[in-house]
Each structure stands twice: as C-alpha cells, then as structure tokens.
C-alpha cells in the first residue's frame, strides 16, 4: 500500500477543516438573537422581575432595566412574558420572531388595584383548576373548556378551530398583563387540561395544538 502523500494529506486535512467550519457556520444560522427593551413609565426602579420564554421552558430573572438579549434557537412564533410584583407590566412582540423583527418591549406602568371589574385582570378568581376528569368532560360537552393565554389582541388562529372540533377544548386570550397571579391561573388552568388530554389520547395531541399556551411543553 503507498503512503498517502504530504500535499494530498494536506488537502484533505484543509477539507475537513472547511466542512466543520461550514457545518458550524450553518447551525448558527438557524440561532435567532432577540433584543430584550424596556419601557419604563414609572419613576419607580425595578427591583426584581422574571422574564419568561413558553417554548423552551427558560426563565431569566431580572432586577433592572437595561436591555438584553436572548438566543431562540430559531425563527418562528413565541410567547414571551415578564413577571413582577412592582408594577404592571405590557409585554409586546412580533408575531413572528426573524432575524429582522426580533424586538421584544416590556412596558412597566404604575401598578393598579386588582379586581374582577378592573380590566388588568380578567381571568376568574375562582378559576378552578382542580377539576376531576368528569367534571373536565361536561364542561367540554358544553363548550366552556379553554386553555388561557395572553397577546396584544383579541385574534386567535384560525387552526384552532380545528383543534376544538376535534377535541372540543378552545383558546382564549387575555389582554398583554402578565401579573404573578393572573400567570399562575392561567398555568395552573392550561396544566391541568393538558394532563387530561395525556391521559386520554397520549401525547399526540400536541402535534396539533397550533401554539403552546402557558405551562404547555
């Protein structure tokens, strides 16, 4: 067998150097970097909030406003939101993440008294997410199971027509203020719709649900 010679070693040396590079270079085209601003309309410092990302779980917790950003692994649609006790808090975003719309603003303003009639919070106080599954399945025979989620609108996609067809569970969605407790229901609510709908029909389901509401992985 011939030795293999120095200048061809060379070159295949230089190739594969290149096919890494190139693999690299591509995987990190997918990666999105997003840029985190805050609008601050209070004279109040921020002492501590967290930053949330639904479809990969991260949370990031904060204690100024300096702007920051975040690496998605991809271009797409994401529900972004941002807890505090010290003020209420607007969170805004494109409907499409892309490497040209990936400007996410938190707005802070002056905290408001919370009440059923308030507007900030109209998600149920008695919500109850404890149902046992046959009290689950009359409120979908009847049409009042929803999973919760909150946006800038009113508009829902029209895929989940679909879906509440097939599994008789809705979407609806709350104005864009996340408050801790508002989040937590809403959470607590989609949970608990989500462990039934495993138990039922395994896993699948997801496949179809058209956007992940809170707590949904």
Not at 40 to 56: A, S
Not at 123 to 140: A, G
């Amino acid at each position: 067998m011939k030795n293999i010679k120095p200048i061809t070693m060379k070159k295949i040396i230089l190739t594969l150097i290149l096919a890494f590079t190139f693999t690299i270079s591509k995987a990190n085209e997918k990666e999105i970097i997003a840029e985190v601003v805050f609008e601050n309309l209070t004279g109040k410092e921020l002492n501590f909030g967290e930053f949330f990302i639904t479809e990969t779980n991260e949370r990031i917790k904060i204690n100024n406003t300096k702007s920051f950003q975040i690496t998605l692994p991809n271009k797409g649609k994401y529900q972004f939101g941002f807890s505090t006790e010290d003020f209420t808090a607007y969170t805004y975003y494109p409907s499409r993440i892309t490497n040209k719309k990936n400007t996410i603003t938190i707005r802070l303003v002056k905290k408001k008294e919370l009440t059923l009639n308030s507007g900030i919070f109209s998600i149920p106080m008695n919500l109850d997410t404890n149902l046992t599954d046959e009290q689950i399945e009359k409120r979908i025979s009847t049409g009042n199971l929803n999973f919760i989620t909150h946006g800038i609108d009113s508009s829902i996609p029209k895929e989940f027509s679909d879906f509440k067809e097939k599994y008789g569970i809705g979407l609806i969605k709350e104005n864009c203020v996340i408050d801790p407790m508002s989040f937590k229901k809403a959470t607590e609510n989609n949970i608990m719709i989500a462990d039934y709908l495993n138990k039922k029909y395994g896993e699948d389901w997801l496949k179809e649900l058209p956007t992940k509401p809170f707590g949904i992985k």
